[in-house]
T-cell receptor, first 113, second 116 residues
Framework: GESVGLHLPTLSVQEGDNSIINCAYS??????FIWYKQESGKGPQFIID?????DKRQGQRVTVLLNKTVKHLSLQIAATQPGDSAVYFC????????????FGTGTRLTVIP | ETGVTQTPRHLVMGMTNKKSLKCEQH?????MYWYKQSAKKPLELMFV???????ENNSVPSRFSPECPNSSHLFLHLHTLQPEDSALYLC???????????????FGNGTRLTVT
């Protein structure tokens, strides 16, 4: 089955609100996860990563949460800005020890000014 | 500037043409990748090179032929493509490592390929 489960939902948020983008994965052996942001006409841009021995990791305005019990990954964006409008992908490394990332289909985030 | 440069940005080619996509990374990485991005589909891994050796060929048709002459350059040679090969082709690089090392991929902005 699909190992990274973003089914192309869309999310619209008001500027200044917090955003939460969710991702389900099915391979319990995956040991590394990454969130990417892709703007129109550009390649995916690295946002934040997390290894499977962690539950939470924070960056600048972003937090990634990993729940291995239910195989769920989320990206939280604080104080969402218009520049955050993009498609967000989660990716998982399904072959521990290798660096082969498999991606979901993405979630489109639209920030309403 | 992403640190990974792809040329050309756009390419239109006929099914009998031969063309090449070029990728150059300026990040000092030792692994490079080709991904295909089609509408409404996840990114598909095509090829992986680590230390200039191909370590992954993800069941890609032979009409796609990669070449990695050194750790900074990666090519994708195209010949007799089909219209369904039209997509965004993304190059990425990473700092590969040992058995338990993971690092994020850094992507270029892609080549938008249209096969007519």
């Amino acid at each position: 089955g699909e190992s990274v489960g973003l089914h192309l939902p869309t999310l619209s948020v008001q500027e200044g609100d917090n955003s939460i983008i969710n991702c389900a994965y099915s391979n319990s052996a995956s040991d590394y996860f990454i969130w990417y942001k892709q703007e129109s006409g550009k390649g995916p841009q690295f946002i934040i990563d997390i290894r499977s021995n962690m539950d939470k990791r924070q960056g600048q305005r972003v937090t990634v949460l990993l729940n291995k019990t239910v195989k769920h990954l989320s990206l939280q964006i604080a104080a969402t800005q218009p520049g955050d409008s993009a498609v967000y992908f989660c990716a998982e490394n399904i072959i521990p020890g290798a660096n082969n990332l498999f991606f979901g289909t993405g979630t489109r985030l639209t920030v309403i000014p | 500037e992403t640190g990974v440069t792809q040329t050309p940005r756009h390419l239109v080619m006929g099914m009998t043409n031969k063309k090449s996509l070029k990728c150059e990374q300026h990040l000092g990485h030792n692994a490079m990748y080709w991904y295909k991005q089609s509408a409404k589909k996840p990114l598909e891994l095509m090829f992986v090179y680590s230390l200039e050796e191909r370590v992954e060929n993800n069941s890609v048709p032979s009409r796609f032929s990669p070449e990695c002459p050194n750790s900074s350059h990666l090519f994708l040679h195209l010949h007799t493509l089909q219209p369904e090969d039209s997509a965004l082709y993304l190059c990425a690089s990473s700092q590969g490592g040992g058995a338990s090392y993971n690092s994020p991929l850094h992507f270029g902005n892609g080549t938008r390929l249209t096969v007519t």
